[in-house]
């Protein structure tokens, strides 16, 4: 399984991964993860992207390809993954192929968590508590929730056109988004 999950900050893609990745036995390849363990171990790439992450903007695409890339590349063997957090612009959409392993990386499909911004607030706010370093100031979550509208809501109409959006509602309990999701994907699963 091949899977993108795309959605606004706060919307589930991250919980929604693990769940998947254990399902399909594939890696979850979380893009902001792998950012963020950067960060936090202070390498020169995590100096470089750390400004970004903490201030909610976008890491720009060449550094973000690059580690993805990797990742992808290792997870070649694994039948699949779930991509959580990428791509995130038209721009690595489009380069996507790039970065692709030698198998290429065509998708099965794309889910797309929807959430009103309200929702994924307070859920954001809820996991303020946690500490994570885009989480506790208001102004750089209304920034992520702009950047994303802005840059990844175009992705909406790109893989729409393509026959690859399911579009799953956020806005339930896990365990219901998670059903929505196989609903979606392979109605025969449950
Ligand atoms: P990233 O780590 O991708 O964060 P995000 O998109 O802001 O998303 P979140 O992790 O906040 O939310 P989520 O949708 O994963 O929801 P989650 O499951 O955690 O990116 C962070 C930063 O890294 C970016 O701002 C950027 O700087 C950089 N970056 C990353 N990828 C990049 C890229 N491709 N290009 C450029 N820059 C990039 O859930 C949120 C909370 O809600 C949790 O507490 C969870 O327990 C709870 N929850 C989840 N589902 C439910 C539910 N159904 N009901 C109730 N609560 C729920």
Redesign the pocket.
């Known amino acids: 399984m091949r899977l993108i ?1 795309l ?12 769940v998947l990745a254990e399902h399909f036995s594939v890696p979850h390849v ?7 363990r950067e960060v936090a171990s202070a390498t020169p790439f995590g100096r470089r ?1 750390e400004g ?10 060449d ?2 390809l690059a580690i ?1 890339g990797d990742a992808l590349n290792a997870a070649v063997h694994a039948h699949g993954y779930i991509l ?6 038209l721009s ?1 959409a489009e380069r996507t192929s790039d970065v692709a392993p030698p198998t290429g990386i065509a998708f099965d499909a794309v889910v797309y ?1 929807s959430i009103s911004d309200d929702r ?1 607030r307070r ?2 706010a ?2 303020a508590a ?1 500490g ?1 370093i ?2 506790t100031d208001p102004a750089v979550v209304e ?2 929730l702009r ?2 509208h802005r ?2 809501g175009p992705l909406l109409d790109f893989y729409r056109d393509r026959r690859l959006l399911r579009t799953v509602d ?8 998670t059903r929505s999701i196989f609903d979606a994907l392979i109605p025969d699963e449950r």
């Open positions: 999950l959605g606004a900050p706060g919307s589930g893609k991250g919980t929604q991964a693990v979380s893009s902001g993860e792998m950012l963020r992207v970004y992450v903490a201030s909610g903007e976008l890491v720009p695409d550094l973000v993805v959580d957090g990428f791509p995130r612009t690595q968590l994924a859920r954001i809820v996991r946690e994570r885009d989480d920034r992520r950047v994303y840059e990844t956020a806005d339930q309990t896990v365990t219901h988004v």
